[in-house]
């Protein structure tokens, strides 16, 4: 932009003053063109339709963060219990054979033995509830898979228009480095790429080299 | 040889993982150890309370893991602490900038435990040489 121009903007009395009728052409004229090339290149309404479920893909994801949170929790608290209870068996065991050891007929005279023995029936069955709720609580796998195969859908249609839409308006010589922009976070799919590690003995290989 | 007293800082913006690691390393038989849920919180409890190992994730709201590594770092009373970053964060320069502004070591998830243990026994032995 020219610094007369600049000048202009920056006063919008002396701008409209300025305006003639074929600058106003000439920006209908561009918006036009614009609006067209949308059209042609299919963006606007696959862009308007994924902005329009945005919303509903926010809400699943919240779902799907609701639901793996919930089942990571119950998994976790069903293991700390049946380890307890694990826990108390071993220790359980250990009292009564040094007892057995000590003095087989009192361990069984005094229903030590015995007591032991239901005991150890009694936390099985506990522990074995514990591994059920671990077990249910996988549930999450088979909800949050759908959700995710539609939230996918959508993201993949407003990358596609985004993508277009980006290319379009990039500089030639910045338009090929569009697609190959990543974002923040775990690397799904580390095949082929040189600038990401697919396991920790990679990481290590890379430290290493470099004298840590 | 690994002290069962270390107090341990977890430093993760998700409380499953958290959880995870406070398990794993009890299971390695370090049972003392708090949580921060960011790199804010951790700093407070750092500069309130003696810790002897720090495990962070990088990618965090408020102060992310590189952030909290260079407060600590730059910090005299804070700075001999070892940091090991756990993290989903695979690229090259994430781990070579952790390893060039202080991290003891560097863990992508999904991890297991031996591999925690390894690192965190390496890292208490190099500190144990160096000491």
Known sequence: ?212 | MSNPDMKFLIVDDFSTMRRIVRGLLKELGYNNAEEAEDGVAALNLLKNTKFDFVVSDINMPNMNGFELLAAIKAEASLKHIPVLMVTAEARKEDIVRAAQDGAAGYIVKPFTKATLEEKVQKIMQKLAATA
């Open chain 1, 1 to 212: 932009m020219k610094m007369e121009n600049t000048a202009v903007l920056a006063n919008p009395a002396q701008a409209q003053a300025a305006a003639s009728p074929e600058v106003f052409q000439q920006l209908g004229l561009i918006t036009r063109q614009l609006h067209d090339t949308l059209h042609q290149l299919g963006v606007m309404p696959k862009l308007q339709n994924a902005a329009n479920g945005l919303p509903d893909a926010r809400s699943r994801l919240n779902y799907i963060a609701e639901k793996t949170g919930a089942a990571a929790n119950k998994v976790l608290n069903s293991v700390d219990q049946a380890k307890n209870e694990h826990n108390a068996i071993a220790s359980e065991t250990r009292r009564i054979a040094a007892a057995i050891v000590a003095d087989p007929v009192k361990a069984v005279a005094t229903g030590s033995v015995m007591n032991f023995v239901s005991d150890v029936e009694a936390a099985t069955a506990r522990i074995d509830k514990h591994l059920t709720d671990i077990m249910m609580a996988q549930d999450f796998h088979d909800l949050t898979g759908q959700v995710v195969a539609k939230v996918v859908s959508l993201a993949a249609d407003l990358e596609d228009s985004l993508v277009k839409l980006l290319v379009q308006a990039a500089p030639p010589e910045q338009a090929q480095k569009v697609e190959a922009s990543l974002l923040a976070g775990p690397v799904v799919n580390p095949e082929g790429r040189t600038d990401v590690v697919a396991n920790q003995g990679e990481v290590d290989d890379l430290l290493a080299s470099l004298g840590f």
